[in-house]
């Protein structure tokens, strides 16, 4: 699934701006505030991210079309409980 694999590289791109920003904020390069303010965007794009590939994932599994999954809003995606 072409789909699948593209939506984990972008994962994978998040994670890998999650570290760096940790890494500007240990050597001074920005303040706490702005990687706070930044890993708030990145970590509701990741948990967005995540959503879409399990309902991709769900919808192959029980004979759905992986296609009808959709993005839904952060207001959703956050407001889930694990």
């Known amino acids: 699934m072409e789909q699948d694999q593209q939506i984990l590289n972008r994962i994978t791109e998040m ?6 920003l ?6 001074g ?4 505030s702005t990687e706070q303010q930044r890993l708030g965007r990145l970590e509701q794009e990741l948990d967005r ?3 879409l590939l399990r309902q991709r994932r769900a919808k ?4 759905g079309n992986p296609d009808d999954a959709e993005v839904r809003p952060s ?4 407001g889930y409980q694990g």
């Open 75 to 78: 207001s959703q995606v956050e």
């Open 15 to 20: 994670v890998e701006d999650e570290r760096r």
């Open 49 to 51: 991210c995540w959503d």
């Open 60 to 63: 192959a599994e029980y004979g």
């Open 22 to 27: 940790r890494e500007e904020l240990a050597s």
């Open 29 to 32: 390069r920005i303040d706490t």
